[in-house]
Each structure stands twice: as structure tokens, then as C-alpha cells.
């Protein structure tokens, strides 16, 4: 043993030595996948563009001046991206001073008369007391992907006054966002594949704000390698595809009701089959045709085979002009009555032509109201007309919190059997039925109301 001892240790150091630069090899390696997209001293590689804001470098941070009555001003490479992630931090003083990030980005320079238009997703800096920092916006296009009410907690990451840290994964359609650590965003959407990184100073109308300052610095890019990070917690994915599940949904517990192909979720109400006529699928939507307008006097109602008790669901719907619809939910089919099954109604209508609009009391038969009991508290730039998609959603906590959202906005709160809920039961069109929308448990009811209605993206989470 004496005599091999010198070879052990040499054998020994060897594997040291080889382990040491193995190391070194992948901590370089990972430092090198990292590229910087501001060198610290000037704006090479970037253009301002769409509007007059100044952007200036000063001590090595880009500091981005606010001008009154001149449009969106976007500060944007040169380069385009694909896949990345970028980190950079972000600091605002103000509170009129709004700004964002462009991740892919797009520009028309032929656009507002040849003023030029920057478009496409950005990540938002909020500074006012909506606090919606790290959400996912469509500038210029289709307006908020991701507002924060589908994340609440995540309001508090944004500090004002200091420097945040932003870390922005776009890879393949799926968005995710970070701030200082903290999870917040999480889209799923194929608009654009490709584009710039983009620095943005808000329009400002009030001459006074003029001259306030967002801040950029360590602004870095990783193309290569990319390793998807983690999210630890359960966030709500805003998916536009169709009838699909990320495997993040499927982990957390997201199921489809409608796989855009068969109906083997549903049942009509009161019926042991699927209606026979009149709901029908084509390219992966579900709908209802119209008719007269009757309340579940043709095809009738369909409602889920099984029932649930705390759930989070989801669904997009589309209306024609002068639609009247509903979500349905705790529907126990026990009460045999004529006409839509009973149950707790997330209602769907057009507001502008459809005369239930302005019935019941105070707005409460408006869209996405809890129908006949709370008018929805919605304004009219979260709200798509006819012909277009919304997205409607509905989550009922364990301690019998339920919430009503419209295109990700929270727009209905209440508490199942609290004195207030049935307070406003006596004096609603429901008084007559005992215990109204406190059963346990119950069936989701997609309401036949004799208009034409589109359906897709039907997806359920059950609740501890």
C-alpha cells in the first residue's frame, strides 16, 4: 500500500484538476451565452422611432426624457430575436411615467402618416396604483394579454423610485415574465415569432411631466441554450391557442371540457344524451345555432357530466350581434323547472342590443354580471363586441369566494351565503328558490338562449 500511494495521490490531483476545469469550462460557457445590448457609453445598435422623446446615455445608464404631445417613443435594436431571454433593469421616478419593453417587437414606418408604429408585445412598468408592472400588453394591437388581476400578488414587485430587475423569457409562443425574482406573467400566444427589443418612453398630454426620466441599464440578451426557468408557483396561463393545455396547466391540474372535437364532457340538460341538433363543432369551436331567441326552448342547455364544488374555470366566448347567453354554475338539476336550468349565471349579452341589458336593477343583466344579483364593474376598453373572442372566467374558493373575470379584469366579487349575497337573492327574480346558489356542489351549463354563440377553450381547475 506504502509504495502505490504516490500514484493514488497523483490520480487524485488529476481528477481535482480535471473536475476544476470542467467547471470553469461551463461557468464560461454560461457566461459567454450572455450578450450585452448596451455597451454603457452609446446607443450603437439602437434607433428611436414612432415618436420625440429623447433617449441620452449618462453614467452609463440610458435615461429615456419624457416630451409633451408627441406619440409612444420606442428606443429599439437594430437587431431582431427569436427565441431569447432578456434581463435588464428598469427605474421610474414619476407616476405619469408609464413605460415597457418590447419583446419582439414590430414597426411600421409607413404607419400615422409616416410617423411610424411600434406594435406588439410589451412588458409593462406601471407606476400608478393599478400596479400592473410585469404584465403583457399588445401595444397597438389587441390591448392587455395578461393584466395583473390574474396575478395579484405579483402587484407588489415593482418598487417605484429604484431599480427593478426584469427577466423576460420568449421562447417558442410562450411568454414568461419576472420581476426583482418574483413570477408574474405567463402567455401563451404565436402572433409573432420574431422582432426587436424595445425600449419605451410613455406619451405624456400635460406640459408639467415633461422631462421626467425612466432608466435602463444592464440590458443583456441570451439566444443560445436557452433553459426555460421554472415557475414555482401556480399561475393562471392566458393560452390564445386552441384547446390546448401547456404542460405547466396539466401539472397544476388543468383539464379541457372541450377538446374541440368531441362533446364527451357535456350532456343536455335534464337529458341523458347530447343534444341531437343545434349545438354543433366545426375547426374546433362549439356552438349553439339561433333561432328564436327563446330561453332553452330548442336545443336546450348542455351542462358538464360531472360536478364541482371550488373550481377555477375558464372560456372563451364569441357573440353575434344582439346575443343573449350565460354560464351557468352549482346548477343541481333538481328543481325541474320550465325554461334554463337554475343555477348562479355568469351572463353573456350584448350589451348594446339586447333589450336585458336594461332590465333587472342597476345594470345587473349585463355582461358578465352575476345575472340578476351584481352588475359587472367593467369598462368598455376590457370589453369585445360582436364577431369578436373574449375571455370569460369564473372561480369559486373553498371558503365560497367567487369571482367573475372578463379578458383577464376581475370584474364580480361576492361570497356564496354571506347575509349580503342572500340579501340580494330576496329581492331578485330567484326569491322563489330555497337556498339559491349555496348548494354544495353542482354542474357548469353553457345556456341555450336561442342566439348564436361561439365556444372554445373550455378548461377547469378543481380547488383544495
Known amino acids: 500500500m506504502p509504495r502505490n500511494r504516490p500514484l493514488f495521490l497523483v490520480a487524485q490531483l488529476f481528477l481535482l484538476a480535471f473536475a476544476y476545469l470542467s467547471f470553469q469550462t461551463e461557468s464560461i460557457a454560461q457566461n459567454t451565452q450572455w450578450r450585452t445590448l448596451f455597451n454603457g457609453k452609446d446607443l450603437s445598435g439602437w434607433k428611436a422611432v414612432a415618436g420625440e422623446a429623447e433617449f441620452k446615455v449618462e453614467n452609463g445608464i440610458i435615461v429615456g426624457y419624457a416630451k409633451a404631445n408627441t406619440p409612444n417613443t420606442f428606443l429599439i435594436t437594430e437587431q431582431q430575436f427569436g427565441d431569447f431571454v432578456l434581463e435588464l433593469d428598469l427605474k421610474i421616478e414619476n407616476l405619469s411615467s408609464n413605460s415597457g419593453i418590447m419583446a419582439r417587437g414590430q414597426y411600421d414606418p409607413k404607419a400615422r402618416e409616416g410617423q411610424g408604429l411600434v406594435f406588439g ?35 407588489s414587485a415593482f418598487k417605484m423610485g429604484e431599480w427593478n430587475s426584469y427577466r423576460i423569457e420568449v421562447i417558442g409562443k410562450e411568454i414568461k415574465t419576472w420581476i426583482n425574482g418574483q413570477e408574474v406573467a405567463y402567455v401563451v400566444d404565436d402572433m409573432d415569432a420574431r ?17 421626467n426620466k425612466t ?9 443560445e441554450n436557452l433553459k426555460p426557468k421554472a415557475f414555482k408557483k401556480d399561475l393562471f396561463v392566458v393560452n390564445t391557442g386552441l384547446n390546448e393545455l401547456t404542460a405547466y396547466e396539466k401539472a397544476n391540474g388543468w383539464k379541457l371540457l372541450f377538446d374541440g372535437k368531441s362533446t364527451e364532457a357535456w350532456v343536455g340538460a335534464y337529458k341523458e344524451t347530447f343534444p341531437q341538433k343545434g349545438w354543433t363543432i366545426k375547426d374546433g369551436i362549439l356552438k ?64 348594446e342590443r339586447h333589450p336585458d341589458a336594461k332590465m333587472g336593477r342597476e345594470g345587473n343583466r ?10 359587472a364593474n ?45 340579501d340580494l337573492v330576496a329581492i331578485s327574480k330567484y326569491k322563489v328558490w330555497e337556498n339559491f346558489g349555496e348548494a354544495p356542489e353542482g354542474h357548469l351549463l353553457l345556456q341555450d338562449h336561442g342566439n348564436e354563440v361561439h365556444f372554445k377553450n373550455l378548461k377547469v381547475k378543481k380547488l383544495k
Open 121 to 155: 408585445y410589451q412588458i409593462e412598468a406601471d407606476p400608478t396604483s393599478r400596479a400592473w408592472s410585469g404584465g403583457v400588453y399588445d401595444e397597438a394591437r389587441r390591448g392587455w394579454l395578461y393584466p395583473l388581476d390574474l396575478n395579484p400578488a405579483a402587484k
Open 195 to 211: 422582432g426587436f427589443v424595445g425600449l419605451q418612453v410613455h406619451s405624456i398630454s400635460d406640459a408639467k411631466d415633461a422631462g
Open 215 to 223: 432608466y435602463f441599464r444592464n440590458i443583456r440578451i441570451q439566444t
Open 288 to 351: 349553439v345555432e339561433g333561432t328564436d331567441g327563446g330561453e332553452s326552448s330548442n336545443f336546450g342547455d348542455i351542462v358538464t357530466k360531472e360536478k364541482y364544488a371550488a373550481f377555477d374555470f375558464a372560456f372563451d366566448f364569441k357573440i353575434t350581434e344582439g346575443a343573449n347567453s350565460g354560464v351557468k354554475y352549482f346548477v343541481t338539476l333538481k328543481e325541474n323547472n320550465s325554461g334554463s336550468a337554475i343555477g348562479l349565471e355568469y351572463q353573456i349579452l350584448d350589451d
Open 366 to 375: 349585463t355582461l358578465a354580471s352575476l345575472y340578476d344579483l351584481i352588475k
Open 378 to 422: 367593467k369598462q368598455a376598453r376590457f370589453v369585445k363586441g360582436p364577431g369578436e373572442w373574449n375571455k370569460g372566467r369564473i372561480v369559486v374558493y373553498p371558503d365560497n369566494r367567487v369571482e367573475h373575470y372578463l379578458n383577464g379584469v376581475k370584474v364580480v366579487e361576492y361570497v356564496r351565503g354571506s347575509q349580503e349575497f342572500r
